[in-house]
């Protein structure tokens, strides 16, 4: 088993930067896809961004492309996601989750991830 927990999170005005963290303990030998997710309330949870476990490969949502950026550092078995020229409608519950059946291609998809984090909540005021 991977257990997640996220950090830094908080309130932050728009056009404002934040950078979340991600610490995994437990099952971290083996290779694993990392993801952020984002829930607003009311809405669905969505994907944010996603590395392979060499951080050679990285996908973002379109509506994060050229302003956030995920990079990990496995030495620490962190992943990390700095958020810069927030927007209101960034304004969420981040959660890290990882992939642990996928180390190469990380993946858009909710449930491709097994593992999640409890949850950072950001939030951008306008």
């Known amino acids: 088993q991977v257990q997640l927990v996220e950090s830094g999170g908080g309130l932050v005005q728009a056009g404002g930067s934040l950078r979340l963290s991600c610490a995994a303990s437990g099952r971290t030998s083996s290779p694993y896809a990392m993801g952020w997710f984002r829930q607003a309330p009311g809405k669905e949870r969505e994907f944010v961004a996603a590395i392979s476990w060499s951080g050679l490969r990285t996908i973002y949502a379109d509506f994060v492309k050229g302003r956030f950026t995920i990079s990990r550092d496995n030495a620490k078995n962190s992943v990390y996601l700095q958020m810069n020229s927030l927007k209101s409608e960034d304004t969420a519950v981040y959660y890290c989750?990882?992939?642990?059946?996928?180390?190469?291609?990380?993946?858009?998809?909710?449930?491709?991830?097994?593992?999640w984090g409890q949850g950072t909540q950001v939030t951008v005021s306008s």
């Open positions: 989750a990882a992939d642990t059946f996928a180390s190469l291609l990380p993946s858009r998809t909710i449930s491709a991830y097994e593992y």
